[in-house]
C-alpha cells in the first residue's frame, strides 16, 4: 500500500486548504485512516482519524471546528477541509492508514502500519 499526500502550499491566516491522500496498491481497505502533523522540531501530533466503512470521525481539541476529515471510498481517497488556518497550523502534514487499528489508539502514530510521504502546510500571519 502506498500513500501519497498533496495538497499543501504557503496561505495566509484565515485562508483554507484542502489536503488530500491517495492510496494504491494492493486491496486497500484499512480500518482507520488519519492526517498527522510536524511541525519544525516538535514531534509528530495527531490531528483526525475516519474510520473507512463507517465514517465517524476524531479530532485533535487544536483543530476541532476547523478541519473536517472525509474520505470517498470509491476514490481510495481521503481529504482534510482545513478552515481558519493559524500560523499554528504550519507542519508537514502526513496521512496514515492501518488495516486493524482500534479506536483508542487512533491518536497513536505508532499504531499505524502506512504513511505517506509528506505535503507541507505554513501559514503566514
Known amino acids: 500500500v502506498q500513500l501519497q499526500a498533496s495538497g499543501g502550499g504557503l496561505v495566509q491566516a484565515g485562508d483554507s486548504l484542502r489536503l488530500s491522500c491517495v492510496a494504491s496498491?494492493?486491496?486497500?481497505?484499512?480500518?482507520?485512516m488519519s492526517w498527522f502533523r510536524q511541525a519544525p522540531g516538535k514531534e509528530r501530533d495527531f490531528v483526525a482519524a475516519i474510520k473507512w466503512s463507517s465514517g465517524s470521525t476524531n479530532y485533535a481539541d487544536s483543530v476541532k471546528g476547523r478541519f473536517t476529515i472525509s474520505r470517498d471510498k470509491a476514490k481510495n481517497t481521503m481529504y482534510l477541509q482545513m478552515n481558519s488556518l493559524r500560523p499554528e497550523d504550519t507542519a508537514v502534514y502526513y496521512c496514515a492508514a492501518d488495516p486493524s487499528l482500534i479506536q483508542s489508539s487512533v491518536a497513536t502514530r505508532t499504531a499505524y502500519a502506512y504513511w505517506g510521504q509528506g505535503t507541507l502546510v505554513t501559514v503566514s500571519s
Open positions: 496498491g494492493r486491496v486497500f481497505s484499512p480500518r482507520y
